[in-house]
């Protein structure tokens, strides 16, 4: 890759961006240090070429104002990818592994216009009946039968034994998933975000997703899918499973990397020392720093302008993928140094305009009461390595520790009163401490399932 020296870079808006110079959003030098990279792509102007994936070429707004102009500007930045241009003329690599989270689904994310607002509504309006006291009870549920699972142990990954399994585990409960459809759901969404036979896992999620529709639409129920499906726009089969899709992503891999990153700073930062069984304070501090400083979507919000336009001195082509970077954006050396304190939701981890993040305040929600669980239940828990010693998951959209080890003092499994020797036997099921396959990640929702009816 050629550096970005003062002396090598081109005005914004030369050609010469577009001519070989792209930066890498996929490999590792990128995961490790994503920052160092948006200011090498800060010379080039707001907006910097960049390379998604291998034959996946777009370009980054790294620059708060102009992020904010294509975000609520829907006539002249469509969200529609159909009119992906390199992609409809075949110079898009149909293996690639962003390909399920760029190609079109009939949904709110990827529609514009009035389809927009019909397929919008039928969302927010699905999850406002969601009962906060009853996802709070369910955090608290998830969260206690994960930690029985690795409580005694005094050792854990919180990625991939908690952080990973969690909001996907919360989720299958709001969509009244029952237990074979709710494992190939934690199973199909893992392997999207994680790029991992990507293919394969999105073929999964939408047949899993086919079979929860057909259910719902047979036997409703008070959950989110039956509310999706009443409601007045009239949503298919094929909407539904896309609507579906949308939710899960927006509500489980953003979830995850705040509660990561979150309970990182929290055991390390000293900025958030002090007794873990207050922690209610600090743990919402911690979350907004990761919102501002370390997004847990760092770049997506994918748009496509309409026709030839100008952004920022860069001239782009009508329809080739402009990119979001929320990460960057929220950097922005422009910006006061005092931001995060004038205001907790001026950031933009969220998005923002008509295709803000509709599951942003149960997503909130879900970190701050898993994070808090975690800490009450284990009140010693610090980090088992040195920070320097952590890595990053690769890829172009999310910021996410590979792994959190933790440690802390041994205690017994927090067990409900009837659990009797029901417990010793999903033990076994447990996932190690640094990670588990993808079979393993396909029984946790009928072995949660399993423990809460003892």
Same mark, same amino acid.
């Given at each position: 890759?050629?550096? !970005?020296?003062?002396?090598?870079?081109?005005?914004?808006?030369?050609? /010469?961006?577009? %001519?070989?110079? #792209?930066? @890498?959003? $996929?490999?590792?030098?990128?995961?490790?240090?994503?920052?160092?990279?948006?200011?090498?792509?800060?010379?080039?102007?707001?907006?910097?070429?960049?390379?998604?994936?291998?034959?996946?070429?777009?370009?980054?707004?790294?620059?708060?104002?102009?992020?904010?102009?294509?975000?609520?500007?829907?006539?002249?930045?469509?969200?529609?990818?159909?009119?992906?241009?390199?992609?409809?003329?075949?110079?898009?690599?149909?293996?690639?592994?962003?390909?399920?989270?760029?190609?079109?689904?009939?949904?709110?994310?990827?529609?514009?216009?009035?389809? !927009?607002?019909?397929?919008?509504?039928?969302?927010?309006?699905?999850? /406002?009946?969601? %009962?906060?006291? #009853?996802? @709070?009870? $369910?955090?608290?549920?998830?969260?206690?039968?994960?930690?029985?699972?690795?409580?005694?142990?005094?050792?854990?990954?919180?990625?991939?034994?908690?952080?990973?399994?969690?909001?996907?585990?919360?989720?299958?409960?709001?969509?009244?998933?029952?237990?074979?459809?709710?494992?190939?759901?934690?199973?199909?969404?893992?392997?999207?975000?994680?790029?991992?036979?990507?293919?394969?896992?999105?073929?999964?999620?939408?047949?899993?997703?086919?079979?929860?529709?057909?259910?719902?639409?047979?036997?409703?129920?008070?959950?989110?899918?039956?509310?999706?499906?009443?409601?007045?726009?009239?949503?298919?089969?094929?909407?539904?499973?896309?609507?579906?899709?949308?939710?899960?992503?927006?509500?489980?891999?953003?979830?995850?990397?705040?509660?990561?990153?979150?309970?990182?700073?929290?055991?390390?930062?000293?900025?958030?020392?002090?007794?873990?069984?207050?922690?209610?304070?600090?743990?919402?501090?911690?979350?907004?720093?990761?919102?501002?400083?370390?997004?847990?979507?760092?770049?997506?919000?994918?748009?496509?302008?309409?026709?030839?336009?100008?952004?920022?001195?860069?001239?782009?082509?009508?329809?080739?993928?402009?990119?979001?970077?929320?990460?960057?954006?929220?950097?922005?050396?422009?910006?006061?140094?005092?931001?995060?304190?004038?205001?907790?939701?001026?950031?933009?981890?969220?998005?923002?305009?008509?295709?803000?993040?509709?599951?942003?305040?149960?997503?909130?929600?879900?970190?701050?009461?898993?994070?808090?669980?975690?800490?009450?239940?284990?009140?010693?828990?610090?980090?088992?390595?040195?920070?320097?010693?952590?890595?990053?998951?690769?890829?172009?959209?999310?910021?996410?520790?590979?792994?959190?080890?933790?440690?802390?003092?041994?205690?017994?499994?927090?067990?409900?009163?009837?659990?009797?020797?029901?417990?010793?036997?999903?033990?076994?099921?447990?996932?190690?401490?640094?990670?588990?396959?993808?079979?393993?990640?396909?029984?946790?929702?009928?072995?949660?399932?399993?423990?809460?009816?003892?």
């Amino acid at each position: 890759m050629q550096s !970005h020296s003062e002396f090598q870079t081109p005005p914004p808006g030369c050609p /010469a961006h577009a %001519d070989g110079m #792209r930066e @890498s959003l $996929h490999g590792p030098e990128f995961a490790a240090a994503p920052q160092a990279v948006y200011e090498r792509l800060r010379q080039h102007g707001p907006v910097a070429p960049v390379e998604l994936a291998p034959g996946v070429e777009a370009d980054l707004v790294t620059d708060y104002a102009t992020a904010l102009q294509v975000l609520q500007n829907p006539d002249t930045f469509a969200r529609d990818s159909r009119r992906w241009k390199a992609l409809n003329e075949g110079r898009v690599p149909l293996d690639s592994p962003v390909l399920p989270m760029m190609m079109h689904r009939p949904n709110a994310l990827f529609s514009d216009g009035a389809e !927009h607002m019909r397929l919008r509504q039928s969302v927010t309006a699905s999850l /406002a009946k969601v %009962d906060t006291h #009853r996802l @709070s009870r $369910h955090v608290n549920r998830v969260g206690a039968y994960l930690i029985s699972q690795f409580s005694s142990r005094g050792r854990t990954d919180l990625v991939a034994d908690y952080a990973q399994l969690l909001p996907l585990l919360v989720f299958n409960d709001l969509f009244g998933c029952p237990a074979e459809i709710g494992d190939r759901l934690v199973f199909g969404i893992s392997g999207i975000f994680d790029g991992i036979d990507a293919e394969k896992a999105n073929e999964v999620l939408t047949e899993a997703l086919m079979e929860l529709v057909a259910l719902k639409r047979r036997s409703p129920g008070d959950d989110v899918t039956s509310w999706l499906m009443q409601h007045p726009s009239g949503l298919s089969d094929e909407e539904m499973v896309h609507q579906l899709v949308t939710l899960i992503a927006a509500g489980t891999e953003p979830t995850q990397n705040i509660i990561t990153s979150a309970l990182l700073l929290l055991l390390t930062d000293e900025k958030y020392a002090g007794d873990h069984n207050s922690a209610g304070l600090l743990v919402d501090d911690a979350i907004n720093d990761v919102l501002w400083n370390s997004a847990p979507i760092a770049n997506y919000g994918v748009h496509y302008p309409v026709c030839d336009v100008e952004l920022g001195g860069t001239r782009l082509s009508a329809g080739d993928p402009v990119v979001i970077s929320f990460a960057a954006a929220n950097t922005d050396p422009s910006l006061s140094t005092g931001r995060q304190m004038l205001s907790k939701r001026a950031h933009l981890a969220w998005g923002a305009g008509p295709h803000a993040c509709p599951a942003k305040d149960p997503a909130t929600l879900v970190s701050n009461l898993a994070i808090e669980k975690l800490l009450n239940t284990l009140p010693d828990i610090e980090l088992a390595l040195p920070t320097d010693s952590l890595s990053w998951r690769p890829g172009p959209f999310h910021r996410a520790l590979e792994v959190l080890p933790a440690r802390f003092t041994p205690v017994r499994p927090e067990r409900r009163p009837s659990e009797g020797s029901a417990m010793a036997g999903q033990t076994a099921t447990s996932a190690p401490v640094t990670g588990q396959s993808g079979t393993q990640k396909g029984r946790w929702w009928s072995s949660f399932l399993s423990w809460w009816k003892v």
